[in-house]
């Protein structure tokens, strides 16, 4: 269990229950309206989905040389090492995992797609298929370069979990789940940019074009500080706009999280530790936010 849960990266599972949370929100605040064993359920199918995402990911980045290349540039005791390097965990039963992991995730969504409706197993079969072709062949969306890593995890951590979550609560597709989703989406894929900050030289080296590669490091920051104020902005203008509850403001409380992000940026020289720091205020950074924004909506 202990290998398994480094292996997916288990610490980060917030990120992908944040827009289940978010889209449960909305659909109360349009129908008052809220199926706890229903959430609870998409909770879990989400969780399951991003274990499963981790473990292919680290599987496909082993088998691409990423992996072993890390290993070697980075000391024993990097708190970034991986299990499948150093032998701790064969491909055959890592992917054995996954697929354990896929499964529970896609028969929650046949669940739902009997007492809700087929858009539910359309948007698991979507999420899945953009988590698993992330690295995967043919498609391997995150060494292709062009975005098409981080346009995945947009998509996979924003729009189709908000969405999903929202139709199983209220039966009906809508566009404000989306919408209210859109800086979920955003800032997991700043939380990326920045972890790919972490690995530059070796996804380098072994040819994995992130956004962060193509950019280069410090391109790849101002885009993470762009990407932080567009979303406050994008947050205000909507609640002000009445598209959001006015309650939606509460989410410039998170600015004191990005405030200790931007001073991380602002050091001169960057080593290897700021970039981790930097990758784990921007993780809280998107939990706060967005929790905030689910807040707004569900006290208006």
């Not at 597709?173 to 919408?179: E, F, K, Q, R, S």
């Not at 994008?234 to 959001?244: C, P, Q």
């Not at 992000?261 to 970039?275: G, H, M, N």
Request: net charge positive; glycine share 8%; aromatic share 12%.
């Amino acid at each position: 269990m202990k290998t398994f849960l480094r292996l997916s990266r288990a610490q980060f599972l917030p990120i992908i229950l944040i827009p289940i949370i978010v889209g449960t929100a909305v659909a109360w605040f349009t129908t008052g309206n809220l199926n706890s064993f229903y959430l609870i359920l998409a909770l879990i199918g989400s969780a399951l989905l991003l274990l499963a995402a981790n473990v292919i990911d680290d599987v496909y980045d082993y088998l691409n040389g990423i992996d072993s290349i890390s290993d070697k540039m980075f000391p024993p005791d990097f708190p970034g090492w991986k299990v499948i390097p150093r032998g701790l965990v064969t491909i055959k039963k890592a992917k054995a995992w996954a697929l354990l992991c896929y499964s529970g995730a896609l028969i929650l969504a046949i669940y739902f797609t009997f007492v809700a409706g087929l858009p539910s197993l359309i948007l698991a079969i979507l999420g899945i298929g953009l988590s698993y072709f992330y690295v995967a062949p043919p498609v391997k969306a995150a060494y292709r370069g062009l975005g098409l890593g981080e346009l995945s995890i947009f998509v996979d951590f924003g729009p189709i979990p908000a969405l999903g979550a929202y139709f199983i609560q209220t039966l009906r597709l809508d566009i404000l789940p989306v919408v209210a989703s859109i800086p979920a989406g955003l800032l997991t894929a700043v939380i990326l940019i920045n972890h790919d900050l972490i690995f530059y030289d070796p996804y380098r080296e072994g040819g994995k074009r992130s956004l962060t590669v193509r950019l280069g490091r410090r391109s790849a920051i101002n885009l993470s500080i762009v990407i932080g104020v567009s979303c406050y902005l994008y947050v205000a203008v909507l609640s002000l706009l009445g598209v959001f509850p006015l309650t939606a403001l509460a989410v410039l409380l998170g600015l004191i999280v990005f405030a200790g992000q931007l001073r991380t940026y602002a050091k001169k020289e960057l080593q290897i530790p700021d970039y981790a720091k930097a990758t784990m205020t921007s993780f809280i950074h998107s939990l706060a936010f967005n929790i905030l924004v689910a807040v707004g909506f569900l006290l208006a």
